[in-house]
């Protein structure tokens, strides 16, 4: 039932990646999804002015106390994620640089009972690679095949709570040879190492040269994959397992040792998760 719980809060993050920002939008009403006026007061002032610039991307995530039915609660999360997508886009925001999650109670931290913390939108905004097109129909087969790929990491957010971790990153994988790209989304539930709440970012890396024992696409990297990372700043360790592949190939080496753009935060992880494959299309190279 709903129940007032009094004004807003932003409670920020002193770890935001430069020129972005790490915030958590705290103090939803008790059963509500209205976002409230000090969070529009900070969305306007800190959020609104980065995003409306070039090469930005910001990543959502509702969550809800640990009271009432889980499915009730994962909906309401999604219900204030949705609200705070929905004033970001009616301020002009892109709706391409908005990337959206809910957890409902299972990520939202050990807090007791009904708690205004975990009443929450959690936000990252970062300077990023810009996000791929929207999806589109999968290229007509057959399609170029080869052996030689690059892969790297456009960014991505990783979010733990104790040992549990989950993850939304961005790969982007190409094939010199056929001059063809194709963007996947990753989105995975694992465990990390660490206590407490914890919030990673990492931006855009290199490209990472490797192979296949045989000849396939860049639309045949979808499916299920591993990614485990290690590291601060600029010193980090990732590796990436495309567990996905065609029957009877795998990556040249298996799995690939990845390098990775800087990391806002501190942590180390292993999760199993999926592989979304988004546009396919002419690419030449950076």
């Excluded at 905004?125 to 057959?142: G, H, M, Q």
Aim: hydrophobic share 40%; charged share 15%; glycine share 12%.
């Amino acid at each position: 039932m709903l129940r007032p719980s009094g004004p807003g809060r932003v409670v920020r993050s002193p770890l935001a990646p430069t020129g972005g920002v790490r915030a958590a939008l705290v103090n939803f009403d008790v059963d509500g999804d209205t976002v409230k006026v000090e969070h529009k007061v900070f969305l306007d002032g800190q959020v609104v002015p980065i995003l409306r610039q070039g090469d930005t991307i910001c990543f959502l995530r509702g969550e809800a106390s640990h009271t009432g039915t889980d499915a009730h609660n994962l909906e309401l999360s999604q219900r204030r994620a949705d609200n705070v997508r929905a004033f970001l886009s009616s301020r002009g925001v892109p709706a391409a640089r908005i990337r959206e999650q809910f957890v409902g109670e299972s990520l939202a931290g050990s807090f007791p009972g009904e708690n205004a913390d975990a009443r929450a939108v959690s936000l990252l905004v970062a300077r990023t690679a810009p996000l791929p097109p929207p999806p589109s129909p999968p290229a007509p087969k057959p399609a170029p095949t080869t052996t030689q790929f690059k892969v790297r990491l456009l960014g991505g957010l990783s979010r733990g709570i104790g040992p549990a971790q989950i993850e939304m990153l961005f790969f982007q994988v190409w094939a010199p040879s056929l001059s063809v790209t194709t963007f996947y989304e990753y989105l995975s539930g694992g465990f990390g190492k660490g206590r407490g709440v914890a919030l990673s970012a990492t931006l855009k890396g290199p490209f990472n040269d490797f192979a296949t024992s045989a000849p396939i696409a860049t639309t045949d990297f979808g499916g299920a994959a591993r990614y485990t990372t290690s590291g601060v700043g600029p010193f980090s360790v990732n590796f990436l397992n495309f567990m996905g592949l065609p029957p009877g190939v795998k990556t040249i080496p298996n799995p690939l040792k990845i390098d990775t753009g800087f990391t806002v935060g501190l942590g180390m992880s292993s999760s199993v998760g999926s592989m979304k494959r988004g546009f396919t299309g002419p690419f030449s190279g950076p």
